[in-house]
């Protein structure tokens, strides 16, 4: 397998590890290196744990590139049987089993494996050790490690605790928070009968420098794409549409009946899920505006949504331009017409296809409506701004004017989550 030269360099500054982070930016090819180094240190065997909608992805990537290492999709149950068995005693050829996040603590027998590789896709998805499936990571009897996971070269130090313990970083995280983090507390409640709740608010970080220094010392390597190579230019593209008479209406009464369904916004989250609601799946003018800009162009569309009911009026309209479909969300990952064809509609939701997703064969993502988190939006555009990339990235931005969608793009540009600047506006902060 041919490495890029970032990648060999990053290989040998971790040389002498055999635990390792691999936090380098999206789109410079975390699954090469960190597969690479998986081969490099030997074991027979290795389990990687990634998202549910990246099994096959994994699964290819080792057939294709590692012919040498037998290969179990731990999601398929006969195969993860016989992969218990088989492993109960030394191995005699080198394996790669391969599993989803959200199935793997419901698998107990991989506690009894001693002595092998993990390999965690997106260990940024075990950042509470509070959950289920860190609490079971944690508890595998691992020999080396690896993780991958782009987060950390933005920031976001506090996300880091439960992977640096993996590491070997032997500190508590009351400890660690007193060091590297800058926070204040806030009030919420006490008013009406409501109890005040104190909650802690992240305002910074501090010795940061002293804590990559410590990174490194555990295996840790950080890369940006800016420091390997200049990719394409981005042009972002806002398309304007002007605001339902539903949105009006709601926006005043916080009510309104549409396409026969009665949407009642008594709650400020409710009330939120409607708003966006109101600017995407229920807004004709959106819907107008997307299947122009299917109209004006025969390239390639990737479109990233966030609800179900988006999702069938985009698939509608995709097929009424008689473009073939591919679909990622939770519960279908479906790239064939992406593959077979040059002017396919791949429509991506963000929670499913945000992270890790390869699109680069295109060149022009749809944000048909925003994300609330900051970092899907971050890493959505880099679907298609990545290595092997050779021309201009196009962002195509709909925009319901005078709705809650331009403030919901004003603070995603600003890196933070719309949830939380929400949370500010509601309480007055």
């Not at 999206?26 to 065997?45: H, I, P, Y």
């Not at 006969?78 to 109960?88: A, Y």
């Not at 398309?239 to 709601?250: A, E, G, T």
């Not at 409710?270 to 800009?293: C, I, M, N, V, W």
Request: charged residues 25%; proline residues 3%; contains cysteine.
């Amino acid at each position: 397998m041919k490495l890029f030269k970032h990648q060999v360099e990053a290989l040998e500054r971790t040389q002498e590890f055999n635990r390792v982070a691999y936090y380098h930016d999206m789109g410079l090819g975390k699954t090469f290196t960190g597969s690479e180094k998986m081969n490099e240190l030997g074991a027979a065997v290795n389990l990687v744990v990634c998202q549910k909608s990246k099994i096959q992805d994994w699964l290819e990537h080792f057939k294709i590139n590692y012919p040498g290492y037998t290969i179990w999709n731990l999601t398929n149950k006969v195969q993860f049987d016989t992969f218990v068995k088989i492993n109960m005693y030394p191995y005699y050829q080198p394996c790669v089993a391969v599993i989803n996040y959200d199935l793997v603590y419901r698998r107990p027998e991989l506690l009894k494996l001693t002595g092998f590789t993990l390999m965690l896709d997106e260990s940024s998805l075990i950042q509470n050790e509070k959950t289920k499936r860190a609490k079971f990571v944690m508890k595998l009897q691992y020999e080396n490690l690896i993780l991958l996971s782009g987060t950390p070269t933005s920031g976001r130090y506090e996300r880091l605790y439960s992977q640096l313990t993996m590491l070997g970083y032997n500190i508590r995280k009351t400890a660690f928070f007193d060091m590297y983090v800058q926070t204040h507390l806030e009030k919420t409640g006490g008013w009406h009968g409501v109890p005040e709740k104190k909650y802690r608010v992240i305002d910074g970080y501090k010795n940061v420098e002293h804590l990559k220094r410590k990174m490194r010392r555990l295996g840790c390597d950080f890369l940006k794409t800016s420091e390997v190579m200049d990719l394409p230019q981005q042009q972002f593209i806002p398309v304007r549409v002007p605001v339902s008479k539903d949105y009006r209406i709601f926006s005043k009464t916080k009510i309104v009946e549409v396409d026969g369904i009665k949407l009642k916004g008594d709650y400020v989250l409710k009330e939120l899920l409607y708003l966006r609601q109101l600017a995407g799946a229920y807004s004709a003018e959106k819907l107008q505006a997307f299947t122009d800009l299917l109209d004006s162009t025969d390239d390639g569309l990737i479109v990233f949504y966030n609800f179900d009911c988006e999702l069938e009026k985009l698939k509608q309209a995709a097929t009424d331009a008689e473009r073939a479909i591919s679909i990622v969300n939770g519960s279908k990952k479906d790239l064939t017409a992406y593959n077979d064809y040059n002017n396919a509609v791949v429509l991506v939701q963000y929670q499913a296809g945000a992270m890790g997703l390869n699109l680069q064969k295109y060149n022009k993502i749809v944000y048909y409506t925003p994300p609330l988190s900051s970092e899907l939006y971050e890493q959505s555009k880099k679907r298609v701004s990545r290595i092997g990339q050779t021309r201009t990235c196009f962002y195509y931005q709909l925009i319901c004017k005078n709705s809650i969608e331009p403030d919901i793009y004003k603070t995603l540009e600003m890196r933070r989550d719309y949830t939380d600047e929400l949370f500010k506006q509601t309480m007055g902060f």
